[in-house]
T-cell receptor, first 111, second 111 residues
Framework: DQQVKQNSPSLSVQEGRISILNCDYTNSMFDYFLWYKKYPAEGPTFLISISSIKDKNEDGRFTVFLNKSAKHLSLHIVPSQPGDSAVYFCAARWGAQKLVFGQGTRLTINP | NAGVTQTPKFQVLKTGQSMTLQCAQDMNHEYMSWYRQDPGMGLRLIHYSVGAGITDQGEVPNGYNVSRSTTEDFPLRLLSAAPSQTSVYFC??????????FGPGTRLTVT
């Protein structure tokens, strides 16, 4: 029972273009969503989050969009840079409960 | 602050051996958790703790044991290692409702 799904295992984008990573969830109780970035041989690091009362949150080059009716979350990175090449995990929780993670999407930015 | 620290970084075990993965945090976070990361599976929760003396099972608890005698430490014990436990293990901590911070990971191989 995968409550949080990232259906694209990998994504390749040219430097300077927009990267769009997608995430779907099934549990309507989730009220907080997060994106984590992971480089090889390191732990995941927090990138950006959004509460279910919002539909957009922006932080520099990173914007997260939430569509509650579609139970869909997306992360936009613009412009994409080589240092953005990493694995991206979306995660969700409700209240103070445990985080549930998606499978991850490997983003490669090509020069 | 050192953040979340994990030891060892790498470990090779034979089937049937036991060992303890250490995790410590110096941020006074109440919530600590253990995840394993396997290819295509994302991060799966093994056990978690909402405070000293309180632990609970996550998604994949079998074969693992935890205890939380102090706020700072949350060791993960493998009782009798099996090849299926070959994985990368991440410890994480957070304040209730806050972002989760991850340690650098322990890469475990069971032969």
């Amino acid at each position: 029972d995968q409550q949080v799904k990232q259906n694209s295992p990998s994504l390749s984008v040219q430097e300077g273009r927009i990267s769009i990573l997608n995430c779907d969830y099934t549990n309507s109780m989730f009220d907080y969503f997060l994106w984590y970035k992971k480089y090889p041989a390191e732990g995941p690091t927090f990138l950006i989050s959004i509460s279910s009362i919002k539909d957009k949150n922006e932080d520099g080059r990173f914007t997260v969009f939430l569509n509650k009716s579609a139970k869909h979350l997306s992360l936009h990175i613009v412009p994409s840079q080589p240092g953005d090449s990493a694995v991206y995990f979306c995660a969700a929780r409700w209240g103070a409960q445990k985080l549930v993670f998606g499978q991850g999407t490997r983003l490669t930015i090509n020069p | 602050n050192a953040g979340v620290t994990q030891t060892p970084k790498f470990q090779v075990l034979k089937t049937g051996q036991s060992m303890t993965l250490q995790c410590a945090q110096d941020m006074n976070h109440e919530y600590m958790s253990w995840y394993r990361q396997d290819p295509g599976m994302g991060l799966r929760l093994i056990h978690y703790s909402v405070g000293a003396g309180i632990t609970d099972q996550g998604e994949v608890p079998n074969g693992y044991n935890v205890s939380r005698s102090t706020t700072e430490d949350f060791p993960l014990r493998l009782l009798s290692a099996a090849p299926s436990q070959t994985s990368v293990y991440f410890c994480a901590s957070r304040l209730t409702g806050g972002e989760q911070y991850f340690g650098p990971g322990t890469r475990l191989t069971v032969t």
